[in-house]
């Protein structure tokens, strides 16, 4: 597809699609199919950063019961969408973003529409997200990936936390560079279920505190097991992420 990076394979690019293949195997493969239109996707996403999916579900469903379009989010008041999106957190901070990513869209595109993204690489449609405001790579890769179908990696805080103990990307680095390292080490196809597969592993091995290493499918190519479990790896500087993908079917 037009838009990939392609990247020199180093030692880390290597180790991915090994890791695909175990993940498969304790996971197994997902195929992508369309829950809502990228609009959706992207008001979903802003909702749900820095708070947990079935709370994020519920403000989504508020926020559309008291406005059934739109248009008439973007024209209401916005202590009206704080108060539907209450329930999600951080309302006051995130109604604002809301009202103002949807009159500049409408404002650019003429109408409240994100189809048009599907005809540009991913990597532009990526940059074209990423104007708009509270949109980050998370959440600009979860629209292209869970709203488009686009073979594109959404880079959390749990994802980023496996790529740095795994050693595939520095201490230090942020979701641009572990995307562009997964993205450059696998097919496309496999984008979708690679993304799925890590987020329950973050989940339910690969945890902040305690992970669960000795029964880790991956501590044998894992920088964080062979030290030790310390934490000095992972950096001192988590950076600051804009949200998390929430589209599967565990929790958290």
């Excluded at 991915?16 to 199919?33: D, K, N, T």
């Excluded at 019961?65 to 248009?71: D, L, M």
């Excluded at 009206?80 to 949807?102: D, F, N, V």
């Excluded at 880079?155 to 050693?167: E, F, H, P, Q, S």
Aim: proline share 7%; aromatic share 6%.
């Amino acid at each position: 597809m037009v838009g990939r990076l392609i990247l020199p394979v180093v030692a880390g690019m290597a180790d991915v699609p090994q890791i695909h293949r175990r993940l498969v195997e304790v996971f197994g493969r997902h195929r992508w199919e369309p829950e809502g239109d990228p609009l959706s996707e992207l008001v979903s996403t802003i909702i749900g950063q820095h708070t947990s999916g079935p709370n994020s579900r519920r403000a989504f469903d508020r926020l559309r019961e008291r406005y059934p379009t739109w248009e008439a989010v973007r024209d209401a008041e916005v202590e009206g969408i704080a108060a539907a999106i209450h329930g999600a957190g951080l309302a006051r901070l995130k109604a604002p973003r809301i009202k103002l990513l949807l009159e500049r869209i409408a404002a650019e595109r003429g109408r409240l529409d994100l189809g048009f993204l599907a005809e540009m690489p991913p990597a532009r449609a990526m940059t074209w997200l990423r104007r708009l405001p509270g949109v980050g790579q998370t959440t600009a890769a979860c629209v292209l990936l869970f709203g488009m179908g686009l073979p594109v990696m959404a880079v959390d805080g749990g994802i980023l936390r496996i790529a740095r103990r795994l050693g595939l990307v520095g201490p230090r680095a942020g979701p641009d560079e572990v995307q562009r390292t997964l993205e450059g080490a696998i097919t496309e196809a496999c984008i979708y279920t690679l993304h799925r597969n890590l987020i329950r592993f973050a989940r339910e091995i690969c945890r902040p505190a305690a992970p669960a290493c000795p029964i880790c499918p991956l501590n044998d190519r894992c920088d964080y097991f062979r030290a030790g479990g310390r934490s000095k790896k992972e950096g001192r500087q988590h950076g600051r992420l804009d949200g998390a993908s929430k589209r599967v079917p565990y929790g958290g």
